[in-house]
């Protein structure tokens, strides 16, 4: 039944015959597991399991071979219905049911209460509701570019069409031809709180339709039906969308039609009365033992990350006598990448996505030179950033540049989901604190660091002129994994060291995680990033006039940090945090913890925002906040000579 997608016309009535048979048993497999749990969302896996079956069973996707890189992919939106997936899966033959039966939602196994793609069978970790579309959109467009014949299919329920990013994924699928992509949705009219058109009314058809997809209804429960619409996806020449009409708790006359179900196991009395009437084997006992012994482990597939090889080409240099800003040296290093790592046959292995900013973040000309690896999501920012995450999973070094409160402040939730997905994005945020200047306090991001420092799997680069930002955007281009490259709006002068030579022109070459030692001294120690290294050491020359000599450090990397840089800079027994960043969640935070754990016993001052600023020129803004060079002067010397 599997390798070949819907091969059959229309299904016979042996397959009717055993889909109806596994579906019971699957039932009966669903409410095993949530009443073992104790816990779990019976009702929409028992009204999604038909259609469930029919995808496993007929899409393009071998069990002994879940990770073939030509297979459909099947996406689960509606996370939560992992009782139905996994039970699909097992009864198709991708692992044991037992192991699913006697593991589900108990810690350390990969059957966790939303499906998770340690699972074979899965392509990616849901739970929070809307945003399964916008990965599908990611894969469907990867399997364009890379010329695969693949199917994408993005299982949804129907209160999740509440969700706005749904809305943005569907206008990207019709823009970008996106008729590799398959959505059905679990229509059974019921989510936690009741009837979905009374909770939030909607009209789901019309929405796809007027958006321009392809719609069909069908009962959610024939499987002539389900085959039916699904194979007449596939050679739809637009995205379709299956509404499948369905009922909760379906197969259990007591629980069907009924919201509390959604997300309540069964009790002892109603699990029995349950498997009575599907006419099922009450085993859950022996399952209850297997589960308190570990007697039927699974630890889950180990999936094989896959990335194109990049080339990072000859770093560029900025000569002394430029000033420009950093989103330009972005701009101007994603070119030349783009150049380096162009194939004969015209494939990049590079994608990059953009809000409707490209000639702000700079990425006008890669759009420019490299139309057909350049995507507009428009003012879609939520879609934008799961699309530009789903798509690295095929091999793709993806880029999503944006500014800093669209890129990380707005949809910190979404690059969340990409971090436990393992996404590998690039996400270039211009725009970042006070210098952002006129546009005022709304597009002023002043907590990227205390954000997405909350986040395991990304890394956070600061760097401080264009020739460091250079280095780094070659750095993160090959560099597995999620990084957030922050940058300021302003230009900002070529930092020299004192033989006035750029500091971060040949030979330097940027290690992630190091600190650099801009200015040395033995007074005080300055510690800052970014925009503020150049007012820094402006801030350096005046002291030094007075005699006072001061370190400066600019501690670029604010994830993994240089502890031995800063554990040097607090032997000098004075220490300053300057930063264009939220004062409580920034470097000032970070450099403090360090020199904590470690008790060195040195003084620390804080110099960063403390309010949100005004709309007015940068520097007027830090004058404002006292974070302009005379202030910092200011500071240095009340902690030097105790003014």
């Known amino acids: 039944m599997t390798g070949k997608r819907f091969q059959a016309e229309t299904l016979d009535q042996e397959s009717i ?26 009702g929409g896996s028992m009204s999604s399991i038909d259609f469930y079956l029919v995808l496993y069973s007929y ?8 990770d073939d890189p030509d297979r459909d992919r099947i996406v689960i939106s509606h996370g ?3 009782p139905g997936v996994y039970a ?11 192991m699913a039966i006697t593991n589900f ?7 966790e209460g939303h499906v998770e793609k340690t699972i074979p069978g899965l392509e990616w970790n849901t739970g929070n509701l809307g945003q399964g579309l916008s990965a599908g959109c990611g894969l469907a467009l990867g399997a364009k570019i890379l010329k695969k014949d693949f199917h994408v299919f993005v299982a949804m329920g129907c209160g999740e069409q509440q969700k706005g990013q ?4 569907r206008r990207f699928a019709i823009k970008y031809g996106l008729d590799n992509l398959t959505a059905i949705i679990d229509y059974n009219n019921r989510q936690i709180s009741g009837v979905t058109e009374e909770i939030m009314p909607q009209n789901i058809y019309k929405n796809y339709e007027s958006d321009g997809w392809k719609v069909l209804e069908i009962d959610g429960h024939q499987y002539q039906q389900i085959y039916g619409a699904l194979r007449a996806s596939i050679y739809s020449r637009t995205p379709t969308a299956i509404l499948a009409h369905t009922v909760m708790g379906k197969g259990v006359s007591f629980m069907e039609g009924k919201e509390e179900y959604h997300g309540r196991a069964l009790n002892g009395e109603e699990y029995k009365k349950a498997i009575q009437e599907l006419g099922l084997e009450d085993d859950l006992e022996s399952y209850r033992q297997k589960r308190e012994t570990n007697a039927i482990p699974f630890e889950g597939r180990k999936g094989k990350k896959r990335s194109f090889p990049i080339q990072t080409g000859g770093p560029k240099d900025y000569g002394k006598e430029q000033r420009m800003d950093n989103r330009s040296a972005f701009g101007n290093a994603l070119v030349d990448l783009a150049k380096t790592n162009l194939h004969q046959d015209g494939f990049l292995p590079i994608v990059v996505f953009d809000c409707d900013l490209a000639s702000s973040t700079k990425t006008n000309a890669f759009a420019k030179q490299f139309p057909n690896y350049f995507f507009q999501g428009g003012i879609q920012e939520h879609h934008t950033a799961t699309l530009s995450g789903a798509i690295s999973t095929l091999g793709f070094v993806s880029f999503f540049a944006d500014f800093g409160v669209f890129g990380v402040d707005e949809t910190y939730n979404q690059h ?24 005022g306090k709304t597009h002023q991001c002043i907590d990227y660091i205390g954000l997405m420092r909350n986040l395991f799997g990304y890394r956070i680069i600061v760097p401080a002129d264009p020739n460091q930002t250079d280095r780094v955007i070659r750095y993160v281009t090959q560099a597995e994994g999620n990084f957030l490259v922050a940058m300021g709006r302003s230009p900002t002068p070529i ?4 033989d006035g030579v750029p500091c971060f022109a040949a030979p330097y070459e940027f290690q992630y995680g190091k600190a650099d030692l801009i200015r040395p001294g033995k007074d005080a120690a300055v510690i800052t990033n970014g925009g503020m290294v150049f007012r820094a050491i402006q801030a350096w020359q005046k002291l030094k006039e007075k005699g006072v000599e001061v370190q400066i450090l600019n501690l670029s990397c604010v994830t993994d940090l240089d502890k031995e840089a800063i554990l040097k800079a607090a032997h000098t027994g004075r220490v300053i945090t300057y930063e264009d960043h939220h004062a409580q969640t920034g470097l000032g935070s970070l450099v403090a913890g360090v020199i904590a754990e470690h008790g060195i016993p040195a003084r620390l001052r804080r110099m960063g925002i403390t309010q949100y600023g005004s709309s007015g020129k940068p520097e007027d803004l830090y004058r404002m906040q006292r974070l302009d060079v005379d202030s910092l002067v200011r500071v240095v010397l009340e902690e030097v000579e105790g003014i």
């Open 88 to 98: 699909a899966l097992g009864r198709t033959g991708f692992f044991p049911i037992e």
């Open 59 to 66: 899409a393009n996707i071998d069990p002994r071979n879940p």
């Open 495 to 498: 930092l020299l060291n004192e």
């Open 80 to 82: 939560h219905t992992s």
């Open 166 to 169: 749904i809305s943005e994924a």
């Open 105 to 111: 939602r108990k810690a350390g196994s990969p059957f």
């Open 17 to 42: 015959h055993r889909l109806s048979e596994w579906a019971k048993l699957a039932r009966g497999d669903i409410l095993k597991m949530t009443t073992l749990a104790g816990s779990g969302h019976p």
């Open 416 to 439: 969340r989901l990409n971090d436990i997905n393992e996404t590998n994005l690039k996400l270039i945020c211009t725009h970042n604190g006070l210098d952002v200047g006129e546009d």
